[in-house]
């Protein structure tokens, strides 16, 4: 986990930057190393074209300091966020990430010291006739030794690119068309050293290789005091990352043993009590002690999903540094609330997740299970007027005929306009625009919902205007905002649905629709991002409860309900 924020260019956040920018360096590399190898599906001769384009970018004193740079700052990054992990308790996908990290190193330092090292210091010609023959023909053990580090580099590096972009609104979308390239380049990449490896172990093509390179390399291979001193450099990078890593578990044990003497407790809602050594996060303490908590964003901050109420006094603890502040603020969090994943309490405290996971598997054949993370969505609530008494008469099979009637309209214009039926609630409904969209098109989506129903809902009442004792009317409540979208639920019971003040306000709106006697009341802030034209509409302002100040709402009513009002700004 992440430590407190120190200011300057040393802050976590410039730190994790750091780490992301090198990280993104050393993946373009890899990326067009492996498209080149690629290449070798065509010829030989097409790999090593390539590879002359990929020399101009990469041997070059600005290509070779911004690569060898990202890769130093990026290894001494990772040992350093392994050492200022409090707990080696992870979800599976961080701990693939780092063990994956931790073995490239080791699988393909040989491949660096035979290649670009050997050819800067001794002049070896490492183009792809050289180096597909050492790994394919001369020491085909080496090839598997390379092929297991070709795949624990590209995989280290899409996990660490899924990491980067999950919380993007589009990532979700193109999630699906970006793992065909992941699984591609890498399959590509070694399907064509294959046929490389194929070309050079054909006897035909030993008659067409270039003397002057096979002597060349001959002579380097053979050299004792090269091949001495090229062990030496091998020692020596070896040496240093085990060092470096033997330092890291040195340094962590010692810490360990400081802390024993150290520690805090904390208490759970369900009466659990767990030990841990101060300076260890609320988050490290649920995972030590085998508690679900959610950290959708592996608990770097940047997320509110892990966040806990504090039951008790909360003065007394650290206080939240600037990342955790813009967090909560975000989510317009109350003083009693944290983020777990960044409160390292300084005494025994007792807390409440907000968000607790469900601790039994999925059922078979059910929704794919979203832990939940905060959109930019608007929420659309829509419920029938006096419904109590239009049904108090009517038998039990009239009113569910009645009702649903009533919810395939609103089904079927939610659906046709973008948006997602959430939920019935009795004669009630909740739908939800933006899960897929800029917010500004789910507000017009809502709108065109909004104007569909109200458009149906009078048709559907004047045909039934004999059978009912009051007319059939609807009120619409629409807002937009930060909203936690996840599937929650127990059993087979499960649905993707959304939780926050943004809910709750349009709920209030809808009750407000109610109060006025309108069909529809949307939010300003709907109303600003949709372009809708609203001259002539009644304004107001309305107390939202848990809202400090007043909400300024549109009144819309019946008679121009039905009117689309999207577009007119």
């Known amino acids: 986990m992440t430590t407190a924020s120190v200011k300057g260019i040393f802050s976590e956040r410039s730190i994790r ?14 990326l067009l190393h492996l498209s080149n190898h690629a290449l070798g599906l065509i010829s030989l001769a097409s790999a090593d074209k390539a590879r002359h384009l990929f020399l101009v970018l990469w041997r070059n004193p600005i290509g070779t300091a911004l690569f060898y740079g990202s890769v130093l700052i990026h290894i001494a990054l990772v040992l350093r966020a392994i050492y200022i992990r409090r707990s080696l308790v992870m979800p599976k996908g961080e701990m693939a990430q780092i063990v994956l990290g931790l073995l490239i190193p080791l699988l393909l330092m040989d491949h660096v010291i035979g290649t670009r090292v050997a ?3 001794y002049g070896y010609i490492d183009d ?30 899409c996990i660490g690119i899924h990491f980067w972009l999950r919380y993007r609104p589009w990532y979700a979308e193109w999630s699906a068309l970006l793992l065909a390239p992941a699984i591609l380049i890498p399959v590509l990449s070694l399907l064509g050293f294959v046929q490389m490896g194929r070309t050079l172990a054909d006897p035909a093509y030993q008659l067409t290789t270039n003397p002057y390179e096979v002597n060349l390399n001959a002579r380097y291979l053979s050299d004792p005091e090269v091949r001495s001193r090229v062990a030496t450099v091998r020692a020596g990078l070896y040496g240093a990352f085990s060092a470096s890593l033997l330092l890291v578990v040195i340094a962590r044990a010692r810490r360990k043993l400081k802390e024993r003497l150290d520690q805090v407790v904390v208490h759970y809602p369900g009466g659990e009590v767990i030990r841990v050594p101060r300076g260890f996060t609320v988050l490290e303490a649920s995972r030590l002690g085998g508690l679900p908590h959610y950290a959708v964003c592996g608990g770097k901050g940047q997320c509110s999903t892990c966040r806990v109420q504090i039951l008790g006094d909360y003065q007394y603890l650290p206080p939240p540094d600037k990342l955790e502040q813009t967090t909560l603020k975000r989510i ?9 994943c960044q409160l390292r309490p300084n005494a025994d405290l007792a807390v409440a997740p907000l968000l607790v996971p469900s601790v039994e598997a999925p059922p078979a054949n059910s929704q794919e299970t979203s832990p939940g993370r905060e959109r930019e969505i608007v929420v659309f609530f829509v419920d029938i007027r006096h419904f109590t008494t239009l049904t108090e008469t009517r038998l039990p099979f009239d009113v569910v005929f009645l009702l649903n009637r009533y919810f395939a309209i609103i089904g079927k214009a939610v659906e046709q306009a973008g948006g997602r039926l959430d939920k019935f609630i009795g004669d009630g409904a909740m739908a939800l625009f933006g899960l897929d969209t800029a917010p500004e098109e789910a507000c017009r989506q809502a709108l065109n919902a909004a104007a569909a129903i109200v458009a149906e809902i009078e ?40 939780i926050g003040d943004t809910v709750n306000v349009a709920s209030r709106l809808e009750s407000a629709a109610k109060e006025f006697e309108a069909a529809i009341v949307i939010s300003e802030p709907v109303a600003d991002l949709s372009g809708a034209a609203l001259s002539g509409i009644e304004s107001r ?28 700004a």
């Open 332 to 340: 317009n969090a109350g003083p009693d609330v944290r983020l777990a």
């Open 541 to 568: 302002e309305i107390n939202v409860r848990g809202r400090a100040l007043p909400l300024k709402v549109y009144v819309i009513p019946r008679e121009k309900a039905a009117e689309p009002l999207e577009g007119k």
């Open 128 to 157: 792809y006739e050289t180096v597909v023959e050492q790994l394919w023909i001369r020491a085909s053990a080496n090839g598997v030794r390379q092929v297991l580090g070709v795949l624990a580099v590209w995989i280290h590096g």
């Open 119 to 121: 050819h800067e210091l």
């Open 17 to 30: 930057r750091a780490r992301l920018g090198s990280g993104l360096v050393i993946f373009v590399f890899v």
């Open 459 to 498: 048709k559907l009442a004047a045909e039934l205007a004999d059978e009912l004792t009051l007319p059939l009317r609807i009120a619409i409540g629409i807002h937009t905002g930060p909203a936690v979208v996840g599937t929650m639920g127990y059993g087979r019971v499960r649905s993707m649905t959304a």
